[in-house]
C-alpha cells in the first residue's frame, strides 16, 4: 500500500495560483501512475492530471489543459499540481492517487488503489 498525503490547499481569489503537494511512501516501487482527481460538492470525483512516474509523461483533463501543470520529484517521493488561472470552478476537494496499472488506465479513478484524504481548494469570484 501507498500511502499519500496532500497539502497546499486553501482559499484563493479567482485568477491567483496555488501549488498542492502530494508526498508519498509505503510500498511506492510498484506505483505506474500518480494522478490528481477532484470532486465537487454534489459531482462525481473527476479526473485532473496525470504523470507517468518513470517517464515524467504528463496528461491533463481539457477543462485544466494550459492553466495547471502536474510534475514529480522522485528524490523526495512527492508529486506537485500547480494551478494557475483558477477559476470558482475549479473549486473543490483535490485527492492525489496512485496507481499501478498501465498507462492507458490514467483518467479512470477504478484503475488507481491508493488515494490521500484529500484538500480543500475554493476560488472565489
Known amino acids: 500500500q501507498v500511502h499519500l498525503v496532500e497539502s497546499g490547499g486553501g482559499l484563493v481569489q479567482a485568477g491567483g495560483s496555488l501549488r498542492l503537494s502530494c508526498a508519498a511512501s509505503?510500498?511506492?516501487?510498484?506505483?505506474?501512475?500518480m494522478g490528481w482527481f477532484r470532486q465537487a460538492p454534489g459531482a462525481e470525483r473527476e479526473f485532473v492530471a496525470a504523470?507517468?512516474?518513470?517517464?515524467?509523461?504528463?496528461y491533463y483533463s481539457d477543462s485544466v489543459k494550459g492553466r495547471f501543470t502536474i510534475s514529480r520529484d522522485t528524490g523526495k517521493n512527492t508529486v506537485y499540481l500547480q494551478m494557475n488561472s483558477l477559476k470558482p470552478e475549479d473549486t473543490a476537494v483535490y485527492y492525489c492517487?496512485?496507481?499501478?496499472?498501465?498507462?492507458?488506465?490514467?483518467?479512470?479513478?477504478?484503475?488507481?488503489?491508493?488515494w490521500g484524504p484529500g484538500t480543500q481548494v475554493t476560488v472565489s469570484s
Open positions: 492517487a496512485a496507481s499501478g496499472k498501465l498507462w492507458n488506465r490514467k483518467v479512470d479513478k477504478n484503475a488507481y488503489d491508493d
Open positions: 504523470i507517468s512516474w518513470s517517464t515524467g509523461i504528463r
Open positions: 509505503g510500498r511506492t516501487f510498484n506505483r505506474n501512475i
